[in-house]
């Protein structure tokens, strides 16, 4: 099963909410590259298809960690799947659109200048990371708080948020916390 597959399946599966079919049939359509774009320029995911395969890394991920023993009865996160499907397989459709294909400099292994192929980031839309992300699916899709919330703060530490407002996020929406730890998990062990 290819990953584009695999990402309808568990969407059509788990997604069920009131707009997610016009959001899907956005997904799909010539208006966004989703299934074919990068997940980013030059690190994790930086190829073609880079960013569904990202979306379904974060979706193991966090269906892995939630579903823990200890993150339920000692934590007491407790998710539905629609959740844990839409914070995880969504959480990045803020970069629909905004690679464009390119080239760069590199000395090969002889200290020879090499043109190789990358990707340029193009945002027509700079309204930020996670932020984008829920002002996109809000247009098609009602988000919880908490999914809102997970969303937004995804990058954690790592993204340029006030720390205060990072930490005051998992605090109050542990989602985000679990999404977060997700994303990295992807990001620096699986597509590293």
């Known amino acids: 099963m290819s990953p584009k597959e695999r990402f309808i399946e568990i969407y059509k599966q788990y997604i069920k909410r009131e707009g997610s079919d016009k959001f899907l ?15 980013s320029t030059r690190f994790h995911g930086s190829h073609e298809g880079g960013l569904v395969e990202h979306s379904l890394n974060v979706y193991d991920c966090l269906h892995q960690y939630l579903h823990r023993e200890r993150v339920q009865e000692v934590y007491g996160l407790n998710y539905d799947e629609e959740s844990i499907a839409i914070v ?33 980031f193009e945002d027509n839309l700079p309204y930020g990371h996670g932020e984008k992300s829920v002002y996109i699916l ?6 919880t708080r908490e999914e809102a919330f997970a969303i937004r703060y995804h990058m954690g530490f790592a993204g340029n948020e006030d720390e205060r407002n990072v930490g005051k996020a998992f605090s109050m929406y542990p989602l985000s916390f679990a999404l977060s730890v997700a994303d990295m998990e992807a990001t620096y062990f699986l597509e590293e």
């Open 138 to 143: 809000s247009g098609y899709m009602r988000l």
């Open 88 to 120: 995880s397989l969504l959480h990045d459709v803020c970069k629909i659109n905004c690679y464009k294909p390119g080239t760069r400099n590199v000395k090969d292994e002889n200290g020879v200048w090499q043109k190789v192929p990358t990707y340029e």
């Open 25 to 39: 049939e956005y997904l799909l359509s010539k208006s966004s590259d989703f299934f074919t774009a990068p997940a």
